[in-house]
């Protein structure tokens, strides 16, 4: 089974600051996608990302998907007060199921 | 209603109790999940059903029981449960077997065994 790893673990930081989160992988990737949950919900899906190089953008957020597909990071710009929430990447194996990694926790202060 | 619903949203239940999870899709998904989310794990996947057959048992206890009688509905059924089971059951489903496909979950039913 494939193993994700995501870091930091805890983020803190002020409105306004740009961070980078990180997943990584010892294997290759079929796809991989980016989540965020908040309290009390579920995950809400960001962003599919499938091809190694792959840069996509919504809004403020910047996801990159690394040439050998192994790796992935997620930039916040000028990061607001709703952006406040655990940020979970998975992966799909070439079967049905996905597996997620342990999750950011993001924290923007006002 | 749309999207995935799950109820309850909270469960509070003793060791000998047997209680049920419920999950329902309105997007006419073939595919459902159950997942536990516990605070220091990672989201476990526990059980699969792709056009309401199981193909995924992650190695779950016997004491977590799973039931698709239709491709919009699925059910957790629960009993004689541990402490440790304590946790956040999301319900999620996803049109198919591509690895693109989106999963779309649940709120999730919060449980508490005491």
């Known amino acids: 089974t494939q193993l994700l790893e995501q870091s930091p673990q805890f983020l803190s930081i002020q409105e306004g600051e740009n961070l980078t989160v990180y997943c990584n992988s010892s294997?290759?990737?079929?796809?991989l996608q980016w989540y965020r949950q908040e309290p009390g919900e579920g995950p809400v899906l960001l962003v599919t990302?499938?091809?190694?190089?792959e840069v996509k953008k919504l809004k403020r957020l910047t996801f990159q998907f690394g040439d050998a597909r192994k790796d992935s990071s997620l930039h916040i710009t000028a990061a607001q007060p709703g952006d406040t929430g655990l940020y979970l990447c998975?992966?799909?194996?070439?079967?049905?199921?996905?597996?997620f990694g342990p999750g950011t926790r993001l924290s923007v202060l006002p | 209603e749309t999207g995935v619903t799950q109820t309850p949203r909270h469960l509070v239940m003793g060791m000998t109790n047997k209680k049920s999870l419920k999950c329902e899709q309105h997007?006419?998904?073939?595919?459902m999940y159950w997942y536990k989310q516990s605070a220091k794990k990672p989201l476990e996947l526990m059980f699969v059903?792709?056009?309401?057959?199981?193909?995924e048992n992650n190695s779950v206890p016997s004491r977590f029981s799973p039931e698709c009688p239709n491709s919009s509905h699925l059910f957790l059924h629960l009993h004689t449960l541990q402490p440790e089971d304590s946790a956040l059951y999301l319900c999620?489903?996803?049109?198919?077997?591509?690895?693109?496909?989106?999963?779309?979950f649940g709120p999730g039913t919060r449980l508490t065994v005491l």
């Open positions: 997007l006419g998904h073939n595919a």
């Open positions: 990302v499938v091809t190694g190089g």
């Open positions: 998975a992966s799909r194996d070439y079967g049905q199921n996905f597996v």
């Open positions: 999620a489903s996803s049109q198919g077997g591509e690895p693109t496909d989106t999963q779309y």
């Open positions: 294997s290759v990737f079929s796809s």
């Open positions: 059903y792709s056009l309401e057959e199981r193909v």
